[in-house]
């Protein structure tokens, strides 16, 4: 028999619709693919290199478990250009992809009866990581109307005493909003009144649009520093999903812990990896620029597209790779004899009728919308939302 942690769990949803597109491909079905939560660009070519160089020079042994030092140094480094902030070697972690920090640092810090604050739209992976540590994920409703904000009041209403942290994300997965800086230093300082931890997925920080900037809660002052720890990793802004590397800055006991159970599961990240990690942070960065403006433009194109759609309305993204259009107003229509009542039934009518993949709303908490990756050809997105506009003028 199965275990009740892993009779419980459910696959990725975002993993399990790229897989199911991918079959479906694989048979010759031409499938506009939404789907997946990675960019579409090649890994720059210096990067690749490094990793050449380095197997070449036979760096394919272990390495220390927690990352080798000169990774740790360009980590360090980044975070002093990018972000104002000074850290030691033993407040850095290297691990197998931002997820697996996620992971690592929900182990180290969560048991039983904590519960932990998620706003919602959230990450897919944020509460069942949160369940995995025994500990409970508590939601925070926010709103498309008040910009996917978390006021003070509304985490008020949230904190109990068993309150063990909250988990940020911004650029955020899958609205692509940004907290401003009032409602960070507001959270922050309740961090510090309360008590808890901030859990801080800067994963998206390169891929911030217009007129925002990143701003790390982190940065705000050293007080918020001492409770915060921040997730990030080089697969999102280096077009690096495949090779696993993922980092994890904060205080040296959390790092310690983590770093303990890393030692006792996965051993060290790939050793090539570290090294084209090396060459992501300390190399050129105009890749990030390259990237920044084709998402730019389909964002464009997929805001505008949606938002003329009749009954569809659409959150403009200021960061990462994705839009969250809401289709509360078209829902309860029919399609020949079947009612589309959900997000869910919207995705399958999508895909098996319309051949276009997108993720429902619901897997990220909130009900009537729909997540499309736009990490894809501007030819898939043009293509893809002729047939989203064909299906929803399709319904009755
Ligand atoms: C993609 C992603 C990550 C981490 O991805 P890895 O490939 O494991 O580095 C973390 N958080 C969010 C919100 C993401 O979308």
Known sequence: MLSKRAHALKPSPT????????????????IAGFGAGEPDFDTPAHIKEAAIKAIN?????????SGIDPLKDAI??????????????????VSCGGKHSLYNLFQALFDEGDEVLIPSPFWVSYPPMVELA??????????????????????????????KAIILNYPSNPVGSVFTLKNLEAIGK?????GFYIISDEIYEKLIYDEYVHTSIASIDKAIKERTIICHGVSKTYSMTGWRIGFTAGPKEIIGAMSNIQSQ????????????????????????????EQFKKRRDFLVSGFRSIEGVTCYNPKGAFYVFPNFKKVLGRRYIEKTIDTSAAL????????????VPG?????????????????????KGLERIKKAISALE
């Open 362 to 382: 619901i897997e990220f908490g909130k009900e009537g919308y729909l997540r499309l990756s736009y990490a894809t050809s501007m030819e898939v997105i043009e």
């Open 57 to 65: 020079e036979g760096f394919t042994k272990y390495t220390p478990v």
């Open 134 to 163: 025994g500990a409970k994920p508590v939601i925070i409703e926010t709103e498309e109307a008040d910009d996917y904000q978390i006021t003070e009041k509304l985490l008020k209403k949230h904190i109990t005493k068993h309150t």
């Open 76 to 93: 360090i480094e980044k975070f002093k250009r990018d972000n104002g902030l000074e850290y030691k070697r033993e407040e850095i972690i």
């Open 347 to 358: 995705t399958t009518l999508l895909l098996e009728e319309f051949h276009t993949a997108v």
């Open 190 to 194: 309740m961090a510090i009144e309360k």
């Open 15 to 30: 993993l399990a619709i790229s897989a199911k597109e991918k079959a479906l491909k694989a048979q010759g079905v031409d």
């Open 265 to 292: 599961s996965t051993s060290n990240p790939t050793s090539i990896s570290q090294k084209a990690a090396i060459a992501a942070l300390n190399g050129p960065q105009e890749s990030i620029a390259m990237m920044l």
